[in-house]
């Protein structure tokens, strides 16, 4: 069992460690934590409780994730842990040459050129029919209730919305948003904090999903809508790249950190630079988290660990370094000998050659998911197709222009992914799912959060609570203001560029859940920087 204090609250939200026995759905969102709650009183399981929180988070925070949005899960399910990565690729039909060829020496932000195929749906569908055991429409009933009776708009979600509006009413002045401002600013301006929102076409696109089980999505009246939209305005997706889409089932990839096991999922998914990090710190002593040098290393680990990722992970198959070579004790000993008392400018090693939600729910058998989902940026690309109220992701602006880049654009290509989830093991035991989302940011918090529990011992509210940093690029470093003073400014003696941060938001959002071998007792905690909420019984 993990070596915690339940009633040590050292940092500010000082909520306490939530208990339980039989259930547990921790998630970002108070009505998305509660529709996993109920399945799982219905008779289902942990899987059957994920597919319902992720479905019912599209529709009550949309500012984040969407039906047409990516997915990736870890699934503890009969004693072994599975890993499902349904990331779409890149149209058939796009190319480099043609984006170029068009003017671009980008992938844009938004619009139809950055959308790659939806994963997301098929995450459900898949999930529910392997391991679920409720039907899917019983599982979606909640998100469907929620779309069309209306939820009201909580505090955090408000706030986003309303940015979020505030910048695209800028930016996206095409024909092809305007069934974005319809759906999501139907009075002309963002959804006030308290007020109902709604959504029909969300419902009846879920419904017909469960009742199809992905076909209307993927092989129907959708996908041939699909075709029309995207030929109309210039885009690349068509409804046979919907239609060859299957999500893939993984083999985890893990670590052993200080005697417990750190797993995430394979690249495409950047979870590969959590454990890189943690491989750089692995013989450190850390005497307490509270000083100077501790953050220091940690940083300096880890950005020699993402300007690896940022320039090696991309497709599995197309990468051009093997996984093992990355996380292999001798190339983590040459990085680990680069740091030094001073912040470095990082630069990619030459290993051996050999917007997002997240979830975690558990059962009282034994089952665990760690799950995540997301439109990339905010409401992703600003297309929703019209009487569908399906927003599509622009997860394909990561593609590179540049012939030479590792994670260059091609057709049917998975590319670099943000969006990780994560889960500790000890032996043959598992310990639990947890992730935090947010961007270049979910490595970054994996890294805190692992060292929070195991060299620093922290609750898990505690783990989360806890003052965070972010590394942004070269020697610039990102903290939150309730870090204490004497270490920003420790940072800043030492050559670190510091930005002390008012936006709490920017830190990711995690969500944790522990489970004590012996007695089957679930621990959970929650993030303080966003809505979140623990739902149990």
Avoid at 260 to 272: F, T
Avoid at 377 to 396: D, E
Avoid at 440 to 467: I, K, R, S, W
């Amino acid at each position: 069992m993990l070596k915690f204090d339940s009633l040590n609250h050292p940092y500010s939200s000082r909520r306490s460690v939530t208990m339980a026995r039989n259930g547990m759905v921790a998630t970002s969102q108070p009505l998305a934590a509660n529709a996993g709650l109920e399945i799982l009183k219905q008779g289902g399981n942990a899987i059957d409780a994920a597919v319902a929180t992720a479905a019912c988070l599209t529709v009550v925070e949309p500012t984040s994730n969407g039906i047409g949005g990516d997915a990736f899960a870890l699934v503890w399910h009969q004693g072994k842990l599975h890993g499902l990565n349904s990331s779409g690729p890149s149209p058939e039909q796009i190319s480099r040459e043609a984006l170029i060829k068009k003017g671009y020496d980008k992938v844009p932000n938004f619009g139809v050129l950055p959308v790659t195929v939806p994963g997301a749906p098929a995450s459900w569908v898949e999930l529910n029919e392997q391991m679920g055991r409720l039907p899917l429409e019983k599982v979606l009933e909640p998100a469907i209730e929620y779309a069309r009776k209306g939820f009201p708009i909580t505090p955090v979600l408000g706030k986003n919305w309303d940015r979020a509006f505030n910048k695209y009413k800028q930016e996206w002045q095409g024909e092809e948003y305007s069934e974005w401002f319809r759906v999501f600013a139907p009075h002309g301006r963002a959804p006030m904090i308290g007020e109902m929102w709604s959504s029909q076409d969300h419902g009846d696109t879920l419904e017909k999903i469960a009742e199809t089980r992905g076909d209307y999505f993927y092989k129907g009246e959708l996908a041939d809508n699909v075709d029309y939209f995207f030929k109309k305005y210039g885009g690349y997706l068509r409804g046979s790249d919907l239609e060859s889409f299957t999500p893939e089932w993984v083999d985890p990839i893990s670590l052993n950190y200080r005697g417990y096991d750190i797993w995430e999922i394979p690249p495409n998914g950047q979870g590969i630079v959590a454990l890189m990090a943690l491989n750089i710190l692995q013989h450190d002593d850390f005497e307490s988290k509270e000083l100077l040098s501790t953050y220091h290393r940690q940083i300096e680990a880890l950005k020699l660990a993402f300007i690896d990722g940022k320039k090696y992970i991309t497709d599995p198959h197309h990468m051009k370094v093997d996984i093992d070579d990355l996380l292999s004790e001798d190339y983590a000993r040459e990085r680990r000998a680069l740091i030094k008392d001073e912040a470095i400018t990082p630069e990619p090693g030459s290993p051996p050659r050999g917007g997002t939600v997240y979830l975690a729910t558990a059962d009282g058998e034994g089952n665990m998911v760690s799950f995540i989902q997301s439109n990339y940026m905010g409401f992703g690309s600003g297309i929703v197709l019209p009487g569908t109220g399906v927003a599509f992701q622009n997860r394909g602006c990561s593609f590179s222009l540049d012939s030479s880049h590792d994670n260059v654009l091609e057709s049917g290509k998975k590319t670099y992914h943000t969006i990780i989830p994560g889960f500790m093991s000890k032996g043959k035991d598992p310990i639990g799912p947890f992730g935090v989302m947010g961007g270049f940011m979910q490595p970054q918090g994996h890294l805190q959060v692992v060292m929070n529990t195991v060299d620093f011992d922290l609750n898990p509210q505690a783990a989360l609570d806890a003052p965070r940093w972010q590394w942004i690029k070269d020697k610039q470093v990102s903290v939150e203001r309730k870090l204490p003073a004497h270490i920003a400014e420790g940072l800043y003696r030492r050559g670190h560029d510091i930005n002390v941060s008012l936006d709490s938001g920017s830190f990711g959002r995690g969500q944790i859940i522990w489970r004590d071998p012996q007695s089957g007792v679930l621990f959970g905690g929650t993030e303080p920087r966003t809505d979140g909420s623990i739902a149990v019984y």
